[in-house]
């Protein structure tokens, strides 16, 4: 069974400041990770998606890498703005059952 | 194009009440997923469908049934409602289930069981 823990559970910073957030898996037979942003109330919007073959993959100020043997990613967002205050959750899609799994995510709080 | 979106957005339920969660997609998406979160467990997947007249249990599925008699639908049911139940229900779709393909996830249902 793959489980997934998000480090840390919730994060303030000042504006401007880099943020960086962890993500552990315990299964690495995965196709892909997928990093997702979720606002209050909302559902779960898309941010990046890393293929098992890819070592990071860019958008904007965000940057996610993955390393799949030691079963971690992490989500970089640079120069962090009061938009950017959300939970984030990763999910890797294990090959087995093809299926995504859920971390408990991350709330990030920006303040101007 | 509305991508995914689920109906009702809100419901209040007693105890032993039934009641069904619709879910709908305009992408010709193959897979589809429903999905509960709760506080502090993010999300479980309840109950899964690999194309139309197909479903499967994922991780939490007891007390819940789906169907999906068209492709582009995927209903979720509770047939007597428990306050376990109260949850925020989300769907999602994919168009296959390759390494490439990204998952949209609707705007969520918050179910309130009394």
């Known amino acids: 069974k793959q489980e997934v823990t998000q480090i840390p559970a919730a994060l303030s910073v000042p504006e401007g400041e880099n943020l960086v957030l962890n993500c552990s898996f315990t299964?690495?037979?995965?196709?892909?990770l997928q990093w997702f942003r979720q606002d209050p109330g909302k559902g779960l919007t898309s941010l990046l998606l890393i293929q098992s073959s890819q070592r990071e993959q860019t958008s904007g100020r965000l940057n996610a890498s993955l390393d799949k043997s030691s079963g971690r990613s992490t989500l970089y967002i640079a120069a962090s703005q009061p938009g950017d205050s959300a939970t984030y959750l990763c999910a890797p899609h294990r090959a087995a059952g093809n299926k995504l799994t859920f971390g408990g995510g991350t709330r990030v709080l920006v303040k101007p | 194009n509305a991508g995914v979106t689920q109906t009702p957005k809100f419901r209040v339920l007693k105890t032993g009440q039934s009641m069904t969660l619709l879910c709908a997609q305009d992408?010709?998406?193959?897979?589809m997923y429903w999905y509960r979160q709760d506080p502090g467990m993010g999300l479980r997947l309840i109950h899964y469908s690999v194309g139309e007249g197909t479903t499967a249990k994922g991780e939490v599925p007891d007390g819940y049934n789906v169907s999906r008699l068209k492709k582009q639908n995927f209903l979720l049911g509770l047939e007597s409602a428990a306050p376990s139940q109260t949850s925020v229900y989300f769907c999602?779709?994919?168009?296959?289930?390759?390494?490439?393909?990204?998952?949209?996830f609707g705007p969520g249902t918050r179910l309130l069981v009394l």
């Open positions: 992408m010709n998406h193959e897979y």
């Open positions: 999602a779709s994919r168009l296959f289930g390759t390494s490439i393909e990204t998952q949209y």
């Open positions: 299964d690495s037979a995965i196709y892909n």
